[in-house]
């Protein structure tokens, strides 16, 4: 069965104390994994999409990294303004029309 | 600025009425889709379009239906069939289905 588990569902973190966030996926044949964040209240924003295994990309203090089997969301010296809930979604058809979304992991940044 | 635009913001239902749920685009983006957003949950899809006039089911479509007379627009009506429609949703666009998804604020649909 096409899965995707993000962990921890909640996060709490000091500023500028740097942490991971974990999103393993089962399915077949990957064609994608994508990162949003989301705000309470508002719908979810683009941040990042990785193809392949090994592949990185970053935006200031986020940095998404991809293996075969999970994603990891790694947020650097964090500030408050990162509070949010990240969602990550991978494709489980040829077409991309169905996406399966995480849960999300909700991370609180205090100062 | 280009952007979906949904509304209402909220909406409160008695139990029996069907409501719709606006959903507009400026984006000139030919995939739209509605998502339900449950506490504790992940997105789950609704209903999408790829195009004007033409709509697929996605995995929870009982008790909704949808239009896509316009590119722009894709609005979702809620009916009396669904029988637990407390929920946020959102409606979202792509380029072209598979692409990367653009949201909406969303529309959260409260019933009495």
């Known amino acids: 069965e096409d899965q995707v588990t993000q962990s921890p569902e909640a996060l709490r973190l000091q500023e500028g104390e740097s942490s991971s966030l974990n999103c393993s996926y089962t399915?077949?044949?990957?064609?994608?994994l994508f990162w949003y964040r989301q705000d309470p209240g508002k719908g979810p924003e683009f941040l990042f999409t990785?193809?392949?295994a090994g592949e990185e990309k970053e935006k200031e203090r986020l940095k998404a990294t991809l293996t075969k089997k999970e994603s990891f969301l790694h947020i650097t010296a964090p500030k408050p303004e990162d509070s949010a809930t990240y969602l990550c979604a991978v494709p489980i058809n040829q077409a991309g029309t169905a996406l399966i979304f995480g849960k999300g992991t909700t991370l609180s940044v205090s100062s | 600025d280009g952007g979906i635009t949904q509304s209402p913001k909220y909406l409160f239902r008695k139990e029996g009425q069907n409501v719709t749920l606006s959903c507009e685009q400026n984006?000139?983006?030919?995939?739209m889709y509605w998502y339900r957003q449950d506490p504790g949950q992940g997105l789950r899809l609704i209903y999408y379009s790829q195009i004007v006039n033409d709509f697929q089911k996605g995995d929870i479509a009982e008790g909704y239906s949808v239009s896509r007379e316009k590119k722009e627009s894709f609005p979702l009506t809620v009916t009396s069939a669904q029988k637990n429609p407390t929920a946020f949703y959102l409606c979202?666009?792509?380029?072209?289905?598979?692409?990367?998804?653009?949201f909406g604020a969303g529309s959260r649909l409260t019933v009495l």
């Open positions: 990785l193809y392949s």
């Open positions: 984006l000139n983006h030919d995939a």
């Open positions: 979202a666009s792509s380029p072209q289905v598979g692409s990367v998804l653009t």
């Open positions: 399915v077949s044949g990957l064609r994608g």
